[in-house]
């Protein structure tokens, strides 16, 4: 070999290295002033990984990226919840009263926003990675009941303000909205199913086949019903899948709880999803009682879906502070196994 041959060589190796320490993002330290890497001394940061919080250990997949990325899905749905109680408020100032629900908005001038809302919630949910298979699964039926909740609205009662024609078809709308989300739905599945065949070979825990088995039986009889039962399903659609979402998301805030237990940083987080999850079932409750044999009290049923959809907001708020340094309870456990699932 040529002594210029050489020379490039050993320039392109050193090269390298220097890249493969500027591009080892994963193990970035953030910490301010860092001492300064020999290689490339006062120009980049030593490229260590960042401290643990205390008593804990951390594997270096679980990256400033991936951490953030997990705290702004939960922040995301708070901000979308914010945005739907501001617009909610924002038609009142235009309106001569209050609609006897939130769902009842979906006719007036919050109609994107309404929609808007529950389509990022339900995406949200859906993209989030659960703490156990079981939440990752109950977490994947909510997220999908709530594209439901948004696609087919509540019947229409006597606006207090501007909103969507009274000859605004809403029939024609459900047909397509949902034969697309049913569609999309299986095209998903089937994705997920090929992806974790080569990724994920681990069978689901017990509690995860037994959701499983619940959400596609929830998903079946609504398909039957969208398919057979078209009329029933624009009537009571919007009601059935909204309480069966919330229902879902209290079975994670359950399960929330269940897994705090046994975390290092959990135990003083599991009263207050115990409290949350316990609101939201008694909301839950009233709101469904109120409709079925109480109809003269509906108008305060806006004022108890506003206490139930802040509780939902509140739980994604605990969470994201409970596992602000970390990217699931897992790590905050990583030599027990959780109750609910792997």
Same mark, same amino acid.
């Given at each position: !070999?040529?002594?210029?041959?050489?020379?490039?060589?050993?320039?392109?190796?050193?090269?390298?290295?220097?890249?493969? $320490?500027?591009?080892?993002?994963?193990?970035?330290?953030?910490?301010?002033?860092?001492? =300064?890497?020999? &290689?490339?001394?006062?120009?980049?940061?030593?490229?260590?990984?960042?401290?643990?919080? +205390?008593?804990?250990?951390?594997?270096?997949?679980?990256?400033?990226?991936? =951490?953030?990325?997990?705290?702004?899905?939960?922040?995301? !749905?708070? *901000?979308?919840?914010?945005?739907?109680?501001? *617009?909610?408020?924002?038609? /009142?100032?235009?309106?001569?009263?209050?609609?006897?629900?939130?769902?009842?908005?979906?006719?007036?001038?919050?109609?994107?926003?309404?929609?808007?809302?529950?389509?990022?919630?339900?995406?949200?949910?859906?993209?989030?990675?659960?703490?156990?298979? &079981? +939440?990752?699964?109950?977490?994947?039926?909510?997220?999908?009941?709530?594209?439901?909740?948004?696609?087919?609205?509540?019947? =229409?009662?006597?606006?207090?303000?501007?909103?969507?024609?009274?000859?605004?078809?809403?029939?024609?709308?459900? $047909?397509?909205?949902?034969?697309?989300?049913?569609?999309?739905?299986?095209?998903?599945?089937?994705? $997920?199913?090929?992806?974790? $065949?080569?990724?994920?070979?681990?069978?689901?825990?017990?509690?995860?086949?037994?959701?499983?088995?619940?959400?596609?039986?929830?998903?079946?009889?609504?398909?039957?019903?969208?398919?057979? @039962?078209? *009329?029933? @399903? +624009?009537?009571?659609?919007? &009601?059935?899948?909204?309480?069966? !979402?919330?229902?879902?998301?209290?079975?994670?805030?359950?399960?929330?709880?269940?897994?705090?237990?046994?975390?290092?940083?959990?135990?003083?987080?599991?009263?207050?999803?115990?409290?949350?999850?316990?609101? !939201?079932?008694?909301?839950?409750?009233?709101?469904?009682?109120?409709?079925?044999?109480?109809?003269?009290?509906?108008?305060?049923?806006?004022?108890?879906?506003?206490?139930?959809?802040?509780?939902?907001?509140?739980?994604?708020?605990?969470?994201?502070?409970?596992?602000?340094?970390?990217?699931? =309870?897992?790590?905050?456990?990583?030599?027990?196994?959780?109750?609910?699932? /792997?």
């Amino acid at each position: !070999m040529t002594t210029e041959s050489s020379v490039s060589a050993y320039l392109a190796r050193d090269s390298v290295n220097d890249m493969v $320490r500027i591009c080892d993002l994963s193990r970035v330290n953030t910490a301010p002033r860092q001492p =300064r890497c020999g &290689t490339l001394s006062g120009y980049l940061p030593c490229l260590s990984p960042a401290p643990p919080p +205390e008593g804990l250990t951390m594997d270096s997949d679980h990256s400033i990226a991936v =951490r953030n990325t997990y705290r702004y899905l939960r922040l995301a !749905m708070i *901000a979308v919840v914010l945005m739907l109680f501001l *617009a909610v408020g924002i038609e /009142r100032l235009s309106s001569t009263g209050w609609q006897t629900s939130i769902s009842a908005y979906y006719f007036t001038a919050v109609h994107a926003v309404f929609i808007a809302a529950l389509c990022t919630i339900g995406a949200c949910l859906i993209v989030y990675q659960g703490n156990t298979d &079981t +939440e990752e699964v109950v977490l994947n039926f909510s997220g999908f009941l709530a594209f439901v909740v948004a696609f087919v609205p509540t019947q =229409r009662e006597p606006l207090y303000g501007p909103g969507l024609p009274a000859t605004y078809e809403v029939g024609m709308g459900i $047909r397509n909205n949902v034969l697309a989300l049913i569609i999309t739905g299986v095209v998903v599945e089937i994705a $997920r199913i090929i992806i974790n $065949r080569n990724v994920d070979r681990r069978p689901l825990s017990p509690w995860a086949k037994r959701a499983t088995l619940i959400g596609w039986a929830v998903i079946g009889v609504g398909i039957l019903g969208y398919a057979a @039962f078209p *009329a029933n @399903f +624009e009537a009571k659609g919007h &009601t059935v899948a909204a309480v069966t !979402m919330f229902v879902g998301i209290i079975a994670v805030i359950v399960l929330n709880a269940l897994s705090a237990q046994s975390a290092q940083t959990g135990p003083s987080y599991v009263g207050s999803y115990k409290v949350i999850a316990g609101l !939201m079932a008694l909301l839950v409750l009233a709101i469904v009682l109120i409709r079925l044999t109480l109809p003269e009290f509906a108008h305060i049923v806006i004022w108890i879906e506003g206490v139930l959809i802040l509780a939902f907001a509140a739980f994604w708020l605990v969470q994201t502070k409970e596992l602000w340094d970390v990217v699931d =309870r897992r790590d905050l456990a990583p030599n027990t196994t959780d109750p609910t699932g /792997r």
